[in-house]
């Protein structure tokens, strides 16, 4: 069954779109990476498939999950960290499901709080406000708080950026614990080695699926020469988009 | 000789007893909407607004007088208008908050201060733009409590989704649809208190009781709570030593109040454990961790 069901979507900004005509599905339980040159429309599909931004055109449809059924990891830029706000209570926001707007934090979600940030190896750091942590500690933060969250679909925009390589193989290492727990995990990512080792499964992005199956079969040097090429500009002045079919532009 | 300057004026007179409380209603609902304000980048957000209530305050006083409920039914409505146009213009057109209140907040004051010019006199205007708290009456005292009431009932009601929205917006945007509705009471509560204000200051300088005082408490902890804490402390200990100020001098008790808060901030600027200029300059020795 396919936790994500995409119907030729467009998502963009201003009618200027980021992503055309996205047809395909995920299956439930999939370790997707999602790459593609800056500008390819990542962060966009991410966002439309959490909700932040509603499509263009088409539809996505997630298979039997409810909105809150889904954990999103933003770029740590998206986050304001000079807002005076402990470890501890930034990962609490994860229990929104559970506490919404007046539910109490008692002992056990107070636990799960604790268990969460031992579990991406910030032990001492609960009272730390965030604005004092290093860029691979907020990572942390942010893995704890999806931890927290306990979604079935995981949405992850390029969670390993500008942080060291034991803080990426101890963050990988949760990845691969939630796929093997039967989540969905979507991650945009940069690193092609990691892309090759970790993901069964690839989307190459260009502003549209320039490829998307099997890493090994996916993951091509043809493939990251088209998705270099397509990334075309923004243009103010471009006329009403009349393709169905975005492949047909790839040729 | 320390009981008459301190405590005698508001044993003594009623004025200032009645003063004496509005200042600490306006500080306990005030300051934590002002520590918001700053939080979220929104200070002179907050002012643009003091100057949106002016036209509806102007109609009040155009049909009543200076009648002080018709001023603050007007100046309430004028600026519910104006942050809800500006917060609705913002969110569906992707045009910066600011920009957007900016627009609203210019015409608003414009036509403010053509309604006022039209039947009122220069001391008429003196008072819409500056406030005078000796003069404010019993009902008037508890209109201000009212909605000092209503701004923490509210504040705690929308307290962990303005929390969230203010840290990560897109998170809050993933797991619930609260956040443009807090935003929108947070907005709504930010013209209750500058009308509260407006009562005791003036447009001018109402939103100066929620400001300064966030103000102070940034250079003080690193901690909302006690961030909010301190926000309200300073903002009473400025609304009671303005008030003396301004019995003692006769300083107009907007402006003193006001200048007391500077003062306070002033200080915290300097000697604040938090980026104080002073503990920049001598930190002390390093720690081990």
């Excluded at chain 1, 501890?88 to 994860?94: E, P, Q, S």
Aim: charged share 15%; glycine share 10%; proline share 4%.
């Amino acid at each position: 069954m396919a936790a994500l069901h995409f119907h030729n979507v467009t998502l963009g900004y201003d009618r200027h779109p980021a992503v055309h005509h996205l047809n395909g599905e995920i299956a439930q339980g999939a370790l997707v990476a999602v790459i593609g040159p800056n500008g390819a429309g990542k962060s966009t599909l991410l966002r439309g498939i959490v909700g932040i931004l509603k499509p263009l055109d088409g539809s996505i449809h997630l298979g039997g999950l409810d909105r809150r059924d889904i954990a999103y990891l933003p770029q740590s830029a998206e986050i304001d960290r000079s807002f005076p706000i402990s470890v501890f209570d930034f990962v609490g926001t994860g229990l929104w499901r559970a506490t919404s707007l007046f539910g109490g934090v008692g002992k056990a979600a107070r636990e799960k709080i604790l268990r969460a940030i031992a579990s991406v190896g910030l032990n001492g750091f609960e009272n730390r406000p965030i604005g004092t942590l290093s860029g691979g500690q907020m990572q942390r933060v942010l893995f704890a708080r999806v931890l927290l969250q306990d979604a079935r679909l995981i949405v992850l925009d390029e969670p390993f950026n500008a942080i060291d390589s034991k803080t990426t193989a101890d963050l990988l290492a949760l990845v691969q614990r939630w796929h093997g727990e039967g989540r969905t995990v979507l991650a945009a990512l940069h690193d092609m080695e990691m892309v090759r080792n970790h993901f069964a499964e690839t989307l190459v992005l260009a502003r549209g699926p320039v490829a998307w199956g099997p890493t090994a079969e996916v993951l091509t040097p043809e493939n990251l020469l088209v998705a270099m090429r397509m990334c075309e500009a923004f243009d103010d002045s471009a006329a009403a988009c009349a393709a169905d079919d975005i492949s047909s532009r790839a040729a | 000789m320390i009981y008459d300057v301190l405590i005698g004026p508001f044993t003594e007179f009623e004025f200032m007893r009645r003063a004496l409380a509005a200042v600490i209603a306006l500080a306990l609902a005030g300051a934590p909407i002002g520590m918001f304000l700053m939080l979220r980048r929104m200070s002179l957000v907050g002012d643009a607004m003091a100057h949106a209530i002016l036209p509806g305050a102007a109609v009040g006083f155009l049909l009543s007088g200076l009648n002080l409920f018709a001023m603050t039914a007007g100046g309430l409505i004028a600026g519910f208008a104006v942050a809800i146009l500006a917060g609705v213009v913002a969110r569906s057109t992707g045009l910066k908050e600011d920009a957007s209140l900016a627009t609203f907040y210019l015409a608003s004051l414009a036509l403010g201060v053509t309604i006022v010019s039209i039947k009122g006199t220069n001391i008429d205007l003196l008072h819409v733009l500056f406030g005078n708290i000796l003069a404010m009456d019993d009902q008037t005292l508890l209109v201000v409590a009212i909605n000092a009431t209503i701004t923490l009932l509210v504040l705690a009601v929308i307290y962990r989704p303005l929390v969230i929205e203010s840290v990560d917006p897109l998170f809050l945007r993933t797991v619930s649809r609260a956040g443009g509705p807090a935003h929108l009471a947070f907005l709504a509560l930010v013209v209750i208190n500058l009308v509260n204000g407006f009562q005791a200051l003036g447009t001018l300088l109402a939103v100066g009781l929620m400001i300064l005082p966030a103000g102070i408490a940034r250079f003080w902890s690193h901690d909302l709570t006690a961030m909010i804490c301190i926000a309200v402390t300073a903002a009473a200990v400025s609304g009671y030593a303005g008030l003396v100020l301004s019995f003692q001098t006769r300083v107009p008790s907007g402006p003193a109040i006001i200048l007391v808060a500077t003062v306070i901030y002033v200080v915290s600027v300097l000697f604040g454990r938090v980026g104080g200029i002073v503990r920049q300059l001598f930190p002390g020795r390093h720690l081990e961790a």
